[in-house]
């Protein structure tokens, strides 16, 4: 039977991982892959984490099946982290949260509830996207329909093209839209730009779909929920996809979570009880080591603060490498002005090189990163900063 099946090409990015780990220059610097690394190029287990793991070592007394939502006290507190204190949608008992296997698995499962209520909905999602947002959700059996976001020539946003086209879009119709740090431009959106939003949303019955993977790699933990909480406060129904494998630095733990606002309670508790016949249909329950964790921190003063302070240094790593890389980049040319890179936000930025230079950089210097020229700046170090920009600079 699988004789049918062809061989596939390698992913492009975990293939460009795995080139990077064959390299043997001394030099090599992997710009490709988005996980966030430290001054000393190790992605590493934040402190709060750590710490919460003794905790969980001793707390855990049993390996039976965890709740079909995940641990209430995680989804409580996640919901928390995420709309904040007192939020409306939340005091009217509107929001349901369940954990997932990752923001993957949160977008997946959200694209299966969107199907059971009406199949083969269009998902309206920015050009580009994350590359893995096209078969998560559309081998759910969405229509995938796109709007014009990131603009190559003035690097930045085209809004006044997004919104055009956003407002030409029938009503019920889902709108994809990066909470903050847009994968893979870097370009957010500023608050006047979701306010308008969320005013058209509300004008034209669209509903919002948001993806948040990076809550305070942006601006800060509260500044990057604006645009959710501002859509969650005014429009009926919104969905939010949310990964914990960047702010918490748990990847492989795949801890990630899925809220929905419903238009009133008793929606709430008819769509709560659909979403959990979907995961038990797609994987009965979610994992249950880094939800653990996340419930342990976040109903931690002590932890909470340890955790969102290497947050905050970590933010502001990627903001100072962005800052110090435009530097390097402006003092060795004059043709290109590259201070477009410290006004985005998050672990991505595309560089704005040809496929061709991309090739060079990789065969000549060993500097990875997509084709695109989206590069993870995080996997900059202080250390390798000059040698990126010269090297970017000679291809130029
Ligand atoms: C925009 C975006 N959404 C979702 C995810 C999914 O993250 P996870 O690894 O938690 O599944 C990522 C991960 O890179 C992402 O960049």
Redesign the pocket.
Known sequence: MFETLPLLPADPILGLSIAYAKDTNPLKVDLGV?VYKNDAGVTPIMAAVAAAEKVRIQQETSKAYTPPAGYPGANEACTKLVFGAGHPAVETNRVRTIQTP????A?RVAAELIQRAKRGASLWVSTPT?A?HIPLLGSAGLTLKEYPYYDYETHSINFAAMLETLKQIPRGDLVLL?ACCH?PSGADLSREQWNQIADLCEANGLIPFV?M?YQGFGEGLEEDTYGLRLLSSRLPEVII?I???KNFGL?RE???ALSFVFANEAQANAGNSQLLSVTRALYSMPPAHGAALIDIILHSDELTKVWSDELTLMRERIAGLRVNLVKSLNQLQTQRDFSFIANERGMFSFLGLSVEQVHKLKNDYSIYMTDTSRISVAGLTAEKLDYVSSAIVSVL
């Open positions: 988005g990752g923001g993957c698995g977008l994350w893995n990066h994968n993806d993977a996809a990964s914990f494998s990847y795949r801890a990630g």
